[in-house]
């Protein structure tokens, strides 16, 4: 399994980007799906993530200006960032979780595949 994060950038405070995640493989419908973000220094720490039935569940920080979404059609995963804010600044990284991990979605330990990262920074 493969992942290939992609659509970061540079954008000014209270800006929008969508960033993408294609999975290789033929059962990305079965996985749950996760983006995480590092900040230097800092620890990666959990975005979001979205089930195989479509449920989604974001962390307090990102909740109501980030959005999670899948396209099983298309292999791909996004995330929708608005209201954009210097703190959002950090490398994401997609992440796919198969269904026999019984490990906290919200923790790196819960996904088996991860994606090589894109950076995302907020000018304020």
């Known amino acids: 399994v493969q992942l290939q994060a992609s659509g970061g950038g540079l954008v000014q405070a209270g800006g929008s980007l969508r960033l993408s995640c294609v999975v290789s493989?033929?059962?990305?419908?079965?996985?749950?799906m996760g983006w995480f973000r590092q900040a230097p220094g800092k620890e990666r720490e959990f975005v979001s993530v979205?089930?195989?039935?479509?449920?989604?569940y974001h962390a307090d920080s990102v909740k109501g200006r980030f959005t999670i979404s899948r396209d099983n059609a298309k292999n791909t995963v996004y995330l929708q960032m608005n209201s954009l804010k210097p703190e959002d600044t950090a490398v994401y990284y997609c992440a796919a979780r198969p269904r026999e991990n019984r490990e906290p979605p919200t923790t790196t330990l819960g996904y088996d595949y991860w994606g090589q990262g894109t950076q995302v920074t907020v000018s304020s």
């Open positions: 493989g033929r059962t990305f419908i079965s996985y749950n």
């Open positions: 979205i089930f195989w039935s479509g449920a989604t």
